[in-house]
Each structure stands twice: as structure tokens, then as C-alpha cells.
Nanobody, 131 residues
Framework: QVQLVESGGGSVQAGGSLRLSCAAS????????WFWFRQPPGKEREGVAL????????YYADSVKGRFTISQDNAKKTVYLQLNSLKPEDSAIYYC????????????????????????WGQGTQVTVSS
């Protein structure tokens, strides 16, 4: 089974930027759907962004729209999450996840993805934003 490794987290001041990467251990097929979610301290996990295999479906949580950008590089087996204009409330452990058989049913019709839709997770990378 493919393994995912996140990197790029760190500590920044409010307004700063980070670029998170999620590298797959093996070649991923063209059917992989990718998802970033986060878990703030003491809070539940929340979805952040999703990108479909062909990049034709991209989802962002309302809280990050206009600030975060998800992208993928199939040749490098890597998915990225660019975090701009960071706020203290963005502080969390960020996880990437994959769904080998495509995005959850209904995603193209606006169904909001959830972490439980995805069976392959990374270990997470910490993002801390100070005010």
C-alpha cells in the first residue's frame, strides 16, 4: 500500500506563508483523489482542500478559500498545499490523505469531503501561526 509523507510545516507569523508537500512512496495511478485536512489542538478534524485525479475538481473549505491552493505533480508523486495569509486559527496538524479509486461519490456535485472518505493517511506536519 502506498505510504504518504508530509513535509513543509513550521512556525510562522500571521500573514506568512508555507508550502506543504505530500509525497507518495510509490507510483500512484491516475485515479488517486487527494485531500488535505487538519486538526487544531483540542478540536475535531476538518477538511481543507481536495483535488481530483485530473485536477478538474478542486474543493476548499470556506475558511481557507482565497488563501490556500492545492496542486499536484504526478511525475513527482507529490501533492502540494500552498498556505498564504496565514492566521493563528490555521494552527493545526495538517494531514494529507489519498483515495486510490477516485474522489468520493458526490464530490463533483458539491458534496463536502470528510477525512473518513479516505483510507490512506500520512503522519501529519505541524503548522503554528503566531499573532
Amino acid at each position: 500500500q502506498v505510504q504518504l509523507v508530509e513535509s513543509g510545516g513550521g512556525s510562522v507569523q500571521a500573514g506568512g506563508s508555507l508550502r506543504l508537500s505530500c509525497a507518495a512512496s510509490t507510483a500512484t495511478s491516475s485515479t488517486y483523489c487527494w485531500f488535505w485536512f487538519r486538526q487544531p489542538p483540542g478540536k475535531e478534524r476538518e477538511g481543507v482542500a481536495l483535488i481530483s485525479p485530473g485536477s478538474d475538481i478542486i474543493y476548499y473549505a470556506d475558511s481557507v478559500k482565497g488563501r490556500f491552493t492545492i496542486s499536484q505533480d504526478n511525475a513527482k508523486k507529490t501533492v502540494y498545499l500552498q498556505l498564504n495569509s496565514l492566521k493563528p486559527e490555521d494552527s493545526a496538524i495538517y494531514y494529507c490523505a489519498a483515495r486510490p479509486l477516485g474522489c468520493p461519490i458526490g464530490t463533483s456535485r458539491g458534496r463536502r469531503p470528510t477525512p473518513t472518505d479516505f483510507g490512506v493517511w500520512g503522519q501529519g506536519t505541524q503548522v503554528t501561526v503566531s499573532s
